[in-house]
């Protein structure tokens, strides 16, 4: 299985931007579709965006829908999040989330391997 390390998060202003990335090790990530959930205090994880293995086919939730972009570097195993104008609620601890099949997923239990978070703060 993979390990899933994630970086880039910190404290920007609202409107500003912030490049997450994923750093995956071990075989796994070959094949596996990868996904950006978030979980703000007191809330249910909930799905950001996900790329299929091809890095063909991306899908957002329509919370961050033309704001945020996905996109993966299956040389370097590597998963970024691109996020601009962000907004206070979009202050979350982000996961990056692994699976054990190449297509897009929008649910938490279809990925069985996670990164340990990073803090995203968003002030106004």
């Known amino acids: 299985q993979a390990q899933l390390v994630e970086s880039g998060g910190g404290l920007v202003q609202a409107g500003g931007s912030l490049r997450l990335s994923c750093a995956a090790s071990g075989r796994a990530f070959i094949g596996s579709a990868m996904g950006w959930f978030r979980q703000a205090p007191g809330k249910n994880r909930e799905f950001v965006a996900s790329?299929?293995?091809?890095?063909?086919?991306?899908t957002y939730s329509d919370s961050v829908k033309g704001r945020f972009s996905i996109s993966r570097d299956n040389a370097k195993n590597t998963v970024d999040l691109q996020m601009n104008s962000l907004k206070p609620e979009d202050t979350a601890v982000y996961y990056c989330?692994?699976?054990?099949?190449?297509?897009?997923?929008?649910?938490?239990?279809?990925?069985?391997?996670w990164g340990q978070g990073t803090q995203v703060t968003v002030s106004s």
């Open positions: 790329i299929s293995w091809s890095a063909t086919t991306t």
């Open positions: 989330a692994g699976r054990a099949g190449a297509y897009v997923r929008d649910l938490p239990s279809a990925y069985n391997n």
